[in-house]
Every structure is written in C-alpha cells, then in structure tokens.
C-alpha cells in the first residue's frame, strides 16, 4: 500500500519505519519540525516503567499547592481556560476510581510492550548505540510524602515492575551529587537515549534511505474518496493521494481528525526544560523529582533539567521565567549546581488527551485513515509500540497490545 504520514515526530518516524518494514510505500508529510515539537526537546526517557495516568490521586493531591504558586509545576493561563474548559471536563470524568483504574490496565498494557517495541526497532536500524541503560531513580524530599506514594509502587510491583527502595548509603553511591532526599526508588530497568533529538534525526534519514518520500509541507486538508485519500498541502506537491493516510501530527493533530467528523479533546500542555553543559549536575541517571514537577536527564549532549506543565495553548509565547523557577528548585537537590552556567531553553507541546491514553485506530468514519497522536508524557517511550499497533491495524491483523482502550470512539 502507498501510506501518507501527516507528521515526521517520533511517532510518525517510528511509523515510518514499521511500514517500510512490511513493505509499505511511505510518504511523509511534514513541513519540517515545527518549533516546540516535543520529538526533539523532550526528557528522554524510555519510562515503561510508569503506570499512572495524569488525573491521579497523586496529581490531585499536589493540585492545590501547585495552582498556588504562578511558576509552580501546574498552571493555566487565565486566558486560556475558556478554551480548556472540555478537556477539563473530561480530566474531571477520568479521574474517578473506575476510570483511573481502566487508565492505569491501558497505560500498563502499552507501557509493557514500549521497551521490547524499541529494542526491536534500534536493532533492525543498527542504532542500538541510543539506548542507555542505567535504570531510572524517583526521590522524595521528605520521608512523609513517599510514605503516601507507596500504593503506587506496590501497583508498579504488582505488575512485576522492580522498584527497589534505596537506603540513604546506597542512594549516595548511586548519586553523590544529590542532597535533601530522604527518599529513593531506583527502577533498574527503565532507560533513556542518547539525545531525543539526535535519535529523530537518525530515523528521518534512515528511513529516507530506505525508500520514504519526504513532501516538505503542511498536510492542511484530507479528502477521503473511493479511489483513495487525499491530502491537500501548502507545498510544492499540493496534493498526495494514497491508499492509507496516518495522522500523526502530535498536539497540531486535531484540526485534522476535526475534518473528518471526529471532536478529540486534544490539548497540550506545554513543557519547559534548560540544558546545561555535559556534566554539569555531576548525575549517573535519570532523576524523577517527585511531587516537584520536574525531571533531571544526563543526556549524551548536555544535562538537561525539564518538566512542569502549563495550559496556554498552541500560540502563545513560552514564558522562561518558568524554566528558570524550576533550574531554582533544582538547587534545592544539587546544591554545587553553577546556575549562572549558559543553559540553552526550550519549551514544547505535549499532545495530551484527558484520560492519558493516546489515540490510536481508525478515524470514525473512514477506516483508511488511521490516528496515532495524543501520548502526552508519554510519546518517546510509546513510539515504536504504537508503530507496531498501526502497522498491525493498517493491515486488518492484531498488533501487540489491545486497541479498544485507544481508538477514538471512546469519545
Ligand atoms: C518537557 C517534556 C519532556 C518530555 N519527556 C518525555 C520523556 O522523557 N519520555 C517520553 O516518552 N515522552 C516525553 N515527553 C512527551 C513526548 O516528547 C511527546 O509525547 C512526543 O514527542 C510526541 O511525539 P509526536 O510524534 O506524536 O509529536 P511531535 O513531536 O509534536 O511531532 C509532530 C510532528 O508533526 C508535524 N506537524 C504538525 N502539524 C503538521 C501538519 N499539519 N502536517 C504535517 N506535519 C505536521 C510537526 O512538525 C512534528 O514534526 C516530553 C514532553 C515534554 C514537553
């Protein structure tokens, strides 16, 4: 079949390469990474290892405090919450124990085939030089706040996650550099690559090798008709015509899926990061920083401080002043940390559905379009699964993991 990718991110990339696989034509669409695609700028982590949806007991817990503070992990623009107001709505409906117990079975479902998914696919590419594998380490500033964060470790054991409790000593060995934690779990099988940006890069031209046609434009309109679909772009080519279509255009998705009748609550939340120089928190791992918002990697290309999320939208201007309260709240934990060192800044858009489940499946009314976009937190590490569900729903055949819990109708 001749295949158009709306979008070249990870999760199109990723895509990209399973078609080709089974021998697929391939066309991407895409204009050229927009400024603030997540592909590029995000944390690197491969965090299969994660279970909980965003609308958790956790995040409502920490909610008030949050909202509190302007340039704390959580904020929505005043202006902007007309607009949020829907996918807010539906966060309310996704955070009741049903709800997000269905999320927690989903996330796990696709979380538990994310790993093997990548490792299949840097090996096929000879790319398994990206992966890193030190595992990943949660801390707590206090003692009290992982006491009320056990029931979700145990869940994460109950899946047969190992999370192993560190004593103070064994922390230290691990990370010297770390001060003021009281409480650790180190996850030794979670990883991170290299460089997310570095990784997307390798599997563009990989896959331009391989056969795949780069249309560098838009994908503006689809127009689905009995000899094919069409895409209707701003570039050169105006319009591409194949059999299948896959969107998979991360927060800028939904316009798309809108044309073909189906209303996706699909909003962003942005996210912030500063990268320092490599070596510069002096850190071995990853470091989730819980209950604070943000998360340490030690990427191959600089060490990289990033999280928080904020509700503002697609256009508005970032707003620094909140990297640099979280590079503030970093020297709370590492307090040799120079921070007058330049950092390069960066803020993006996570595609982010309500429930935390992205969209993956046929659209409503047109089984040859299909959607993969929406995995929030969760894009890099779900990629190459996602990939694998597409290729397998493209095909009329079962892929690794149940769709139901993704496709669109549950809308
Ligand atoms: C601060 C931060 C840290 C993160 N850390 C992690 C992490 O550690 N691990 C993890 O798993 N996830 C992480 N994420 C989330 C992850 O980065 C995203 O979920 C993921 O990148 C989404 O990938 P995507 O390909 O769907 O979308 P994008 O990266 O947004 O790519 C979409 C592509 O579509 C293109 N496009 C847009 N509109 C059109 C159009 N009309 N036509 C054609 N092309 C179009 C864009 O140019 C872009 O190239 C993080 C996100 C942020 C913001």
């Not at 000899?227 to 991360?250: K, L, M």
């Not at 920083?289 to 928080?308: I, N, Y």
Request: neutral net charge; hydrophobic residues 40%.
């Amino acid at each position: 079949m001749r295949v158009a990718i709306i979008g070249a991110g990870v999760v199109g990339l990723a895509t990209a390469h399973a078609l080709l696989d089974r021998g697929h034509e391939v066309v991407l669409i895409e204009p050229g990474a927009k400024q603030g695609r997540p592909t590029d700028g995000n944390a690197g982590w491969i965090a299969h290892t994660d279970v909980m949806p965003l609308a958790s007991p956790k995040a409502w817990r920490n909610l008030p405090r949050w909202l509190m503070d302007p340039l704390g992990p959580l904020t929505i623009r005043p202006g902007y919450l007309p607009h949020l107001a829907p996918w807010l709505a539906r966060f309310l409906m996704a955070s009741s124990p049903s709800r997000i117990k269905a999320s927690i079975g989903a996330i796990r479902s696709i979380n538990a085939e994310s790993l093997p998914a990548w490792k299949s696919l840097l090996s096929s590419l000879d790319l398994n030089g990206h992966l890193r594998e030190n595992g990943i380490l949660s801390v707590w500033r206090h003692q009290g706040e992982f006491n009320r964060s056990q029931d979700i470790v145990e869940r994460q054991r109950g899946f047969g996650i190992e999370a192993k409790a560190l004593r103070p000593e064994e922390l230290a060995e691990l990370e010297p550099a770390l001060r003021n934690v009281e409480a650790a779990v180190l996850y030794p099988d979670a990883c991170h690559v290299s460089d997310p940006a570095v990784l997307a890069a390798d599997l563009l031209r990989l896959a331009l090798e391989r056969g795949a046609v780069l249309v560098a434009a838009h994908g503006l309109r689809l127009e689905p008709r009995e000899e094919g679909i069409h895409v209707r772009t701003d570039g050169a080519e105006a319009e591409v015509i194949s059999n299948r279509v896959i969107v998979a255009a991360g927060a800028w998705s939904r316009s798309l899926a809108q044309q073909l009748g189906d209303r996706i609550p699909l909003d962003t939340e942005r996210g912030y990061n500063a990268t320092y120089p490599k070596g510069t928190f002096g850190l071995n791992r990853p470091i989730m920083f819980e209950g604070e918002g943000f998360v340490a990697t030690p990427l191959d290309t600089g060490d990289r401080v990033g999280g928080a999320v904020e509700f503002a939208g697609l256009e508005a201007p970032p707003n620094h002043s909140r990297t640099d309260a979280m590079v503030q709240r970093l020297t709370g934990f590492l307090p040799h940390l120079q921070t007058e060192t330049p950092a390069k800044r960066w803020m993006g858009f996570r595609p982010s559905m309500p429930d935390s489940l992205p969209v993956i499946g046929p659209a409503g009314k047109d089984r040859r379009i299909l959607y993969a976009f929406g995995h929030g937190h969760y894009g890099l590490t779900q990629a190459a699964v996602t990939a694998q569900m597409v290729a397998g729903m493209l095909e009329g055949r079962s892929g690794p993991v149940d769709g139901k819990p993704f496709a669109v109708q549950r809308f």
